[in-house]
């Protein structure tokens, strides 16, 4: 039996895609998949973490909010409403 290395196999690599490359190439990217991985062959993924900045971030959007939502309950019972108020308390109370 003949050994062809330009034999096409499948593999899975580090970040768990499938993938198709040459039998010849496949000791190559497995030892560049287990550079990506480290030493414990597991990807790190970035996940973000809960730091109190962002806690104290969401915090202050939250309460953005309510204090538009309040403003916005006062503004449905009025008939007219100034455009002073929609000037001033409109888009800037979003972040964007």
């Given at each position: 039996m003949l050994y062809c290395s330009s034999v096409r196999i499948d593999y899975t690599d580090a970040l768990g895609r499938?993938?198709?490359c040459m039998r010849k190439d496949l000791p190559i990217l497995i030892k560049n998949d287990r550079e990506l991985t480290g030493k414990a062959g597991i990807v790190e993924t970035d996940?973000?973490?809960r730091t109190a900045q962002f806690l104290s971030h969401e915090r202050m959007r939250?309460?953005?909010?309510?204090?538009w939502e309040e403003q916005e309950a006062e503004n449905a019972f009025?008939?007219?409403?100034h455009y002073g108020d929609v000037r001033f308390q409109g888009l800037p109370v979003f972040a964007f």
């Open positions: 499938s993938r198709r996940k973000p973490e939250e309460e953005l909010r309510q204090k009025k008939e007219s409403i």
